[in-house]
Structure formats: C-alpha cells, structure tokens
C-alpha cells in the first residue's frame, strides 16, 4: 500500500501515516457526524425522530381507544333511553297483540295464517271459550270421510264460532237435525273470500264434500279481498284482476307479517328497538297492494271449483245492510242464498265484533236448515 493510499477505520477516512484525522473524535467524546454506539450506522437526530414517533403512536392509540370507548358507552345510553321510550310510549305497532290470527294460529306461506293442526287453548274475550283444530287445522271434530255426504260451511271467524263454544255453532246444532250427512266448519279467524277459495281447494282432495255452503261476512269481506294486509297488518294473498277480466292469484308465497317475527325470533321478541328495525324493514320490503274488488269474480270461482267437482254451491249472508251488490248477483246467476241478517249477535266492547250470541246461532241454524231443505239437500224436519 502506498503512502498516499487512504485506510479506513471504523466508519472514517484515516489519513496517510496513521493517527486521528483531523476534526475527528473519538467515539462518545464529541458530536461527530457518526456515532458508532449503541446503533452503529443510525444518525441519532433520526433516532431521536423514531422515539418521539413511537410515542405520539402510542399516545394516539390511547386516544383513539378512549373515544372509540366514550363513543360506544354513549351509543349504549341513546339505546338505552329509547327503548325505555318505546316500552312507555307502547306503540300499537310494536305491541305482540293478541288477535284472532293468534288463536293458535301459525304462518302458512299459501294462506297467509292458519290454525296449527290438533292446537287447544281457550278463549278470553267478554266471555271464555274453548277450541281444538283437528287435523286438518280446523275446529271440527276429526273428520272421517264415510259413506254419507258432506256439508262443508266455509267461510271465516263466523264459522270459525268466535265467542261461541264449538257446540253452540250452528254448524254443531245442525249435526242433529242432518244426521244422513256429514259437516264439517272449514271457518279460520280473518279470512277474506280469496283465502277461502284458496282454502277450499286446499281441503278438497280430502274432504270430497257434497254440498258447499259460504258464509259470507258483509262487513268486511270485500275489504279483505281487496288488499295484501289485513287486520294487525298481516299479509295474505289477493287475486289481481286482468283487463280481460280474468283472475290471476298474485302474493304467494304469502311474506311474513311482524308479529310473526315478534313471536318466533328472540331479540325481536325482547328488544322493542328490535320490533321497531324489524316492523320498518317488512313495512319498505313489502308494501299493502290494494286492488280493484274481486269478490262477485271470486264466488263465481267458487262456484266453478265445486260445481266442477259434481257438487252444489249456495251462500249464506250475514248481513245485507252494508252490502247491496251481492244479492243481484246471486239472483242473477241462481245460486240459492239465505239472508242471515237479524240474528242476535253480541254487542259487548270486548268482543272482536258482532259474531253471533248462542240465540243467534240458533237462528242461523234454523234458516240454514230452510235453504238447504228448500233446495232438497235435505228432508224437512223440525228443530229440537
């Protein structure tokens, strides 16, 4: 090596002929330009850069933890203070009300709601009542077809027998006084005609009946089949009506209504805050259709499924005060009916409506006998 060649030391040029260069120190006695300890190669200004660093990180997670922490217990207060607010205000929206759709009633994705088959409970309403559904979901005794004809009453809570014990219904008084054929109440709580006609084709293959008799409820039939809700907004399925006249079945499957959710789902069911999400959700997601009145439509489809089936069709009108359309047509298409209206009924506040008293269902019964005796369905006979 030759005497001008640079050696170097450490991290620094060594002149030639050895010794410490000029405006060099030693390491830790001075501020050289490089340190070589602790962290040999690092500039300690940038260490200086990282440590203060590595705090503001550290101080700033402890911020972001503490308002992340102070957010979320003010999150859980507003909470909190509403469904408080909820539970006091009690909105009858959010209540799991009881209705004639919960008499053991449970969801059906065809019918929209039906009795739970072999269910029992009773009934608390100006009076207590009993019920049993067979196994068809009906509130008949079983049924077993036989070699007699069946007399089928379809129709809703008035065949159902809403305040009435099952043996006080018409259809029950009428056992005896008709016992060459069998009868069975195809009634549910809150049917509409449409769900009827859907009901009665779903009991056929079962029940083959004989003679069909609608019980129709002037008072609010056509406004069920006239809408996608009804009642406590449960939903259901409606018949659309085409330009050709025709009908077409739209709805199904039926969505299920809230109180489905507040009854079945268990955060629904406990947190009001809950019902509240859950009641706006199905409120956007399935909005009321309501269509033009499909109810003389829909009993002509009746008619057609039971007289194509071999059978006969006749109707029974609760009431013809509020509904002045329906006897013309009947009479325009002979199909035997029997006026219903005059039969006591109850009038107490904490009824679900102006169902018949035990005299009334007698009533019922003897002007049913009438008609079906006037069109030889039966034999005269007179009441016991």
Not at 149 to 157: A, C, K, M, Q
Request: aromatic share 10%.
């Amino acid at each position: 090596m030759t005497a001008g060649r640079l050696k170097t030391a450490g991290n620094f040029f060594a002149p030639p002929g050895g010794g410490r260069p000029r405006g060099a120190a030693l390491a830790g006695t001075g501020p050289p330009p490089y340190d070589v300890l602790p962290h040999p190669g690092i500039p300690r200004h940038d260490r200086a850069k990282a440590e203060t660093k590595c705090v503001a990180g550290s101080n700033r997670g402890r911020e972001i933890f503490k308002s992340a922490g102070i957010s979320l217990a003010i999150a859980l207060v507003t909470l909190a203070g509403l469904e408080i607010v909820l539970r006091v205000a009690d909105f009858r929206e959010l209540r799991e009300t009881l209705t004639e759709r919960s008499l053991a009633y449970d969801y059906d994705p065809e019918l929209g709601w039906m009795p739970q088959p072999g269910s029992a409970a009773t009934v608390e309403t100006f009076r207590t009542t009993h019920y049993r559904h067979n196994s068809l979901g009906l509130r008949d005794e079983e049924f077993k077809a036989d070699a007699r004809p069946t007399i089928l009453f379809l129709g809703d809570s008035f065949v159902w027998g809403l305040d009435s014990e099952a043996e006080e219904r018409f259809s029950d008084l009428l056992k005896p006084r008709i016992p060459g054929h069998k009868i069975l109440a195809a009634g549910v709580s809150g049917y509409g005609t449409d769900q009827e006609y859907l009901l009665l084709q779903k009991l056929w293959p079962k029940v083959k009946p004989s003679v069909v008799v609608l019980i129709f409820c002037a008072d609010n039939d056509r406004l069920d089949n006239m809408t996608s809700h009804r009642y406590e907004n449960y939903q259901k399925p409606y018949f659309v009506t085409r330009p050709d006249g025709s009908l077409v079945l739209a709805g199904q499957p039926v969505p299920r209504s809230h109180l489905l959710y507040y009854r079945d789902n268990w955060l629904v069911r406990n947190l009001w805050l809950a019902r509240l999400a859950t009641n706006a959700y199905v409120r956007l997601r399935h909005p009321r259709v309501e269509v033009p009145d499909p109810t003389e439509k829909l009993i002509g489809k009746i008619r057609e499924l039971v007289e194509g089936n071999g059978a006969r069709f006749m109707v029974g009108i609760q009431t013809t005060a509020s509904d002045q359309t329906l006897v013309p047509y009947l009479e325009a298409n002979r199909i035997p009916f029997v006026k219903l209206e005059g039969a006591d009924y109850i009038r107490e506040a904490k009824s679900w409506g102006p169902h018949w008293t035990p005299a009334g269902q007698k009533d019922v019964a003897e002007r049913i006998f009438g008609m079906l005796s006037a069109n030889n369905v039966v034999q005269a006979r007179p009441a016991r």
